[in-house]
């Protein structure tokens, strides 16, 4: 077996495949269909969605202000729910992503490592501590995704103080066994540009301020374990031609399946983008000079001239990828470009919001009402 180090050495080393702009893809329809959520009705009714699986007789929606996944049929039914709040064997404090180990759906948390692993059948529950031993590391290491093998992918924690992830420009991404034995590096996670410290103005010393705009690569995995997507989307300067953005996915055993660049038509920030944002910031109550802390801050984030080319990507069920582009169109809708199996861009599409699970006959998504309350929404794929 080769070990995933290796197949992402010969990710980096292979010659890239070049894709076409989005606008050379056939664009496929998508008619809607089943739609899941309610205003008033607390069986039905959703909250902030943090993921959603479908397969072939359920739909999950994780609820993270709940600490819960909602079970519905895919005719929209409610069936039941798994995880409640708590700290005990299978409950959940704040949980933020899922996905499959065989039969069985696992949750993590965001600030604990703890994995818990249901059963959807009967509904019993297993939760786990998890450790990551890696020598010479002073991290905590949170669990990313189960592997179909039973291995975990992990990275550091987000941690602010002197030495901590956020202080360095990239994450290691490590694979280890359930034990926490490390076995090997995967990847090495650009974080570059997503924290700033900003020291101008401040009467006690300097505050952590985050980007809305960054080049920090996106790492997301497969729903059952069996693949890896890393997509390297470092901003356009301006020189370079043609604009392009980089994805790489390794398979289950450390094989790169492909490497694609893929060409894409970059688009100018505004002058006036960040107005709002940095007007938002400046009520602090330790911003001794407003003026010098706002050209900070308009200092920090114009250091992106035009933005990132992908916000978001989600590994289909049967292997393909699927990538929102930046930049909205007429009507509020993003443009989303898919890749097949073997990298080949295959189709594109609109939707206002983020493609959460999907394979080549359908698309799961999650949908805003007009106050702001979320839906899931499934589409079928005229192709």
Same mark, same amino acid.
Do not use: C
């Given at each position: ?13 292979? $010659?890239? &495949?070049? +894709? ?5 893809? #056939?664009?496929?329809? !998508?008619?809607? *269909?089943?739609?899941?959520? /309610? ?92 450790? $990551?031993? &890696?020598? +010479? ?5 949170? #669990?990313?995704?189960? !592997?179909?093998? *039973?291995?975990?992918?992990? /990275? ?228």
């Amino acid at each position: 077996m080769r070990s995933l180090l290796l197949g992402y050495a010969l990710a980096l080393g292979a $010659a890239p &495949v070049s +894709g076409p702009v989005s606008g050379q893809v #056939p664009e496929w329809t !998508l008619e809607r *269909g089943v739609r899941i959520g /309610s205003v008033d009705d607390p069986v039905y009714g959703l909250s902030r969605v943090g993921g959603v699986l479908a397969d072939a007789e359920r739909v999950f929606v994780l609820q993270p202000e709940e600490a819960r996944v909602r079970v519905f049929s895919r005719a929209g039914e409610f069936v039941r729910d798994l995880g409640r709040r708590g700290e005990g064997p299978g409950e959940l404090m704040r949980p933020n992503g899922m996905g499959w180990h065989g039969s069985r759906l696992w949750v993590k948390e965001s600030r604990s490592p703890r994995l818990t692993f249901f059963d959807v059948a009967t509904g019993e529950a297993e939760t786990i501590q998890y450790r $990551a031993n &890696v020598p +010479g590391s002073l991290h905590r290491w949170m #669990p990313l995704t189960v !592997l179909a093998d *039973g291995r975990f992918v992990a /990275s550091p924690e987000l941690a602010t103080g002197p030495g901590g992830a956020m202080a360095a420009s990239e994450l290691a991404i490590i694979v280890t066994e359930p034990d926490g034995t490390l076995r090997d590096t995967l990847a090495r996670q650009s974080i570059e540009g997503l924290i700033g410290r900003i020291t101008a103005g401040r009467s006690v010393g300097e505050t952590l301020v985050s980007s809305p705009i960054t080049d920090m690569d996106l790492i997301t995995f497969a729903p059952d374990g069996s693949s890896v997507v890393l997509v390297k989307r470092q901003g356009w300067d301006g020189r370079q031609a043609p604009a392009e953005f980089e994805v790489t996915r390794i398979d289950l055993h450390g094989d790169t399946v492909y490497r694609r660049r893929i060409e894409y038509e970059p688009r100018r920030v505004p002058s006036d983008y960040f107005d709002d944002r940095i007007a938002g910031q400046m009520d602090g109550p330790n911003i001794s000079n407003r003026r010098a802390y706002a050209r900070a801050l308009r200092e920090f984030y114009g250091q992106h001239r035009y933005f990132t080319p992908v916000t978001y990507v989600t590994v289909g069920n049967d292997g393909t990828t699927w990538l929102a582009l930046d930049g909205t169109r007429e009507g509020g809708e993003r443009e989303w470009l898919v890749l097949d199996d073997s990298g080949s861009t295959i189709g594109r599409f609109r939707l206002p919001r983020g493609v959460r699970s999907a394979d080549l006959t359908e698309v799961w998504a999650v949908e805003m009402d007009a106050l702001d309350i979320p839906y899931i929404v499934q589409y079928d794929i005229v192709r």
